[in-house]
């Protein structure tokens, strides 16, 4: 059975929810960056959180509900970040499951829109996801930024 927590009531996962970060996003980084930031991501009223995925009780994915995602566009937010599930959940729903737990969380705070940045293509449109454009990165090349409306 899939259950969806916040990671504030299962701190004993944040070893598990930074290294997946980590290794998916930031291994460039000190670990310790990772871990001390996800610990601070914890809230359940306000923005930042941080959500898990429980597949028969063993944590196989996690998200974020973050205020920015992507620094040259500070006028968004929140945005929907760190959505990433393990090879060996993949394909069982778990990725909408946490995306959809998102958008609740960010409607139940009130927000009207909800915001990711992504190179993926096809995947976010299926979940109901609006492309609003391609955003030039510092390193070069484009991300691509989404739009949830949350209004509907």
Not at 21 to 32: F, I, N, R, T, V
Request: with cysteine; proline share 3%; aromatic share 14%.
């Amino acid at each position: 059975m899939l259950q969806i927590i916040n990671l504030k009531d299962r701190m004993d996962l944040l070893e598990q929810v930074s290294h997946w970060l980590w290794q998916q996003w930031a291994s460039d980084k000190p670990y310790e960056v990772i871990k001390y930031a996800t610990e601070h991501h914890v809230h359940v009223d306000r923005v930042p959180m941080t959500f898990v995925a429980l597949l028969d009780e063993q944590p196989v994915g996690t998200v974020s509900l973050w205020m920015n995602d992507f620094k040259c566009r500070q006028d968004l937010y929140p945005w929907l970040a760190s959505l990433y599930v393990t090879e060996a959940a993949r394909g069982q729903g778990v990725a909408a499951a946490l995306q959809q737990y998102v958008v609740q969380e960010a409607k139940r705070l009130g927000y009207d829109s909800l915001y990711l940045n992504t190179n993926h293509i096809g995947f976010y449109e299926k979940q109901g996801w609006e492309f609003v454009e391609s955003a030039p990165l510092l390193e070069g090349g484009y991300k691509r930024i989404y739009r949830k409306n949350l209004t509907d």
